[in-house]
Each structure stands twice: as structure tokens, then as C-alpha cells.
């Protein structure tokens, strides 16, 4: 069975540091990769994915995450947190683009200080 | 822009009533989605459908059920509420088609009271 790892429920970072959101997978095959933000009281929004190709990919708000095949990770960057980062992130994973249902990891709740 | 909405954002109902939380997008998607979100457990499956008419079991469906009469349209069911249902339900959708993302388009949620 797939699983996802987040490692530490909570981040703090101070505005200007560099963010680093850790996501570890259980995998036989190549997985595809999905990192997904949610603010308070919304639903969640796709931040950027993985499925084949580039092994670092950019998404939206300047964040970006390698795939690590050898590490099974794929961990979220940014390499100056804003004010506006603080949410909470999530890491999923789906192995069968055709089947649909993602895995989701726990979640991590990031909160910029100023 | 694409959508997901869910009927309701907020909803207090009471212990023993029948409960329908609806979920409509407008993207021609296979894929529908019902998760409940809870503080500390994250996002846990309790339903999913690959079409219409068709719906599988997720990892927690007990106490409830779902319909997909129409490929836009998905409806999860309390059949009878519990206190242990109250919680954030979040609807997503997916296509099979687009070659270049298998992300889930999320709704805003329906937070829910059962009292």
C-alpha cells in the first residue's frame, strides 16, 4: 500500500528564512507526487506536482520541491517565506494516474513569524 | 476558472436526522472525491467515484452512503448523524484525461455540527 511521511505536524520559520516542508514515500514503482496548500477555512489547492521528466519542478508562489528517487522524498521549498506562506501544506502521492485516489500525508501547518 | 462547489459552507444539523452534503463541478470530470478532515488525523477517504453510477468504498465509509446520478454531480449521505460525524468535508474532483496533471480540483468545504 502507498503511504506519504510528513515529517513535523509544525514548521515556524521567521518571514525571510528559507522554508523546508520534508514529504517521504513508500514506493515499488514511480510514484507521482502532488504538494497541496490549504489556508484557513478553504479547501486545498494543488501548490505544484511530480509526474515524469524535470526532477525539480516550480509551482505557484515561488515554491518548488525536488523528487529524490534514491531517497524517497520529495520536500517543499522556498527560499524566502512571506507572510502570506502561513497555512497548511500537504503531500500526496498516487501511483496509477488512472485509478485517481491519492494518498494524502498528514499535513503540516507552517507559521511565518515576523 | 474551473470549480468545485459544495453546497453548503457551514452546517449544524441534529443526532438521528439525515444529512446530504452536495458536491457539483464544472470541469466534465471522471473523478469525484469525498474526504473528511479532522484536526490531528488529516484527510481520510470515505467514498470515491470513477463515473457516473459508479462508486467505491473508501477507508472510512461507515455511516455513510453516496450517489452520482450525473457525471457533474456527487452527493455523500449521512444516513442517520452522529456527534462523531461533525466535521470538515471536502469534495474534489479529478480528470483522467489531461495528460499533463492528475491533481485533485478541491472545493471550499462544508464544516459540519451535528448536535
Not at chain 2, 462547489?5 to 443526532?15: A, F, I, P
Not at chain 2, 488525523?41 to 470515491?48: E, S, V
Request: hydrophobic share 30%; net charge positive.
Amino acid at each position: 500500500a502507498q503511504s506519504v511521511t510528513q515529517l513535523g505536524s509544525h514548521v515556524s520559520v521567521s518571514e525571510g528564512a528559507l522554508v523546508l516542508l520534508r514529504c517521504n514515500y513508500s514506493s515499488s514503482v514511480p510514484p507521482y507526487l502532488f504538494w497541496y496548500v490549504q489556508y484557513p477555512n478553504q479547501g486545498l489547492q494543488l501548490l505544484l506536482k511530480y509526474t515524469t521528466g524535470a526532477t525539480l519542478v516550480k509551482g505557484i508562489n515561488g515554491f518548488e520541491a525536488e523528487f529524490k528517487k534514491s531517497e524517497t522524498s520529495f520536500h517543499l521549498t522556498k527560499p524566502s517565506a512571506h507572510m502570506s506562506d502561513a497555512a497548511e501544506y500537504f503531500c500526496a502521492v498516487n501511483y496509477n494516474t488512472n485509478a485517481g485516489k491519492s494518498t494524502f500525508g498528514d499535513g503540516t501547518t507552517l507559521t511565518v513569524k515576523p | 476558472d474551473v470549480k468545485v462547489t459544495q453546497s453548503s459552507r457551514y452546517l449544524v444539523k441534529r443526532t438521528g436526522e439525515k444529512v446530504f452534503l452536495e458536491c457539483v463541478q464544472d470541469m466534465d470530470h471522471e473523478n469525484m472525491f469525498w474526504y473528511r478532515q479532522d484536526p490531528g488525523l488529516g484527510l481520510r477517504l470515505i467514498y470515491f467515484s470513477y463515473d457516473v453510477k459508479m462508486k467505491e468504498k473508501g477507508d472510512i465509509p461507515e455511516g455513510y452512503s453516496v450517489s452520482r446520478e450525473k457525471k457533474e454531480r456527487f452527493s455523500l449521505i449521512l444516513e442517520s448523524a452522529s456527534t462523531n460525524q461533525t466535521s470538515m468535508y471536502l469534495c474534489a474532483s479529478r480528470s483522467t484525461g489531461n495528460p499533463k496533471g492528475y491533481g485533485y480540483t478541491f472545493g471550499s468545504g462544508t464544516r459540519l455540527t451535528v448536535v
